[in-house]
Structures are given as structure tokens and as C-alpha cells.
């Protein structure tokens, strides 16, 4: 399932909005481990692009069940909202 996922992201990346809901639906049907790997694969493949969208989904769910990964997030946090 994890690879048929990237599958689906590299089909949509071209659209922020497609990218988004498909990586939030991503979560239902991936154990918290394969979506942890997602996220890192989303963020070095489409990270120049979707940084955003990757970091809100990934804190929207990830830090939900390991809220110390919080404070390992705050640097990237920081770098990516200095983007903006």
C-alpha cells in the first residue's frame, strides 16, 4: 500500500490541492509507521514544492500519537515559514 501511495502522490503532484487530500487520505489506510515513511519520501522528493502541505499534514497527524517529534520539527518549522 505505501508504494501504491507514492504511486498516486507522483501522479498528483502537479496540483497542491490533489497533493494535499491524497497525502491526508494516505493516513487511513497506512500504519503510522508506513506513513512516517511517506512523509519522509514526500519531503525529499516534493519537498521544494509541497513543503507546506507536507509539514501541516505530517504535524496534523504524526504528532497526535508522538508529541515529543514536536521538538524535533521546530528547526524545519522554522525554515520553512521563513520561506513564506
Known amino acids: ?4 501511495q507514492k504511486t498516486i502522490l507522483e ?3 502537479f496540483s497542491k490541492d490533489l497533493f494535499k487530500r491524497e497525502l ?5 489506510w497506512l ?3 508506513d ?4 512523509i519522509v519520501w514526500a519531503t525529499n522528493n516534493f519537498g521544494k514544492i509541497h513543503s507546506e502541505i507536507i509539514f501541516r499534514i505530517s504535524e496534523k497527524y504524526i504528532f497526535i500519537y508522538n508529541p515529543s ?3 524535533l520539527m ?3 518549522e522554522n525554515k520553512i515559514i521563513s520561506k513564506f
Open 1 to 4: 500500500m505505501l508504494d501504491y
Open 11 to 13: 501522479k498528483v503532484s
Open 24 to 28: 491526508s487520505k494516505s493516513y487511513r
Open 31 to 33: 500504519s503510522l509507521n
Open 35 to 38: 506513513f512516517s515513511n511517506l
Open 69 to 71: 517529534l514536536k521538538l
Open 74 to 76: 521546530k528547526p524545519i
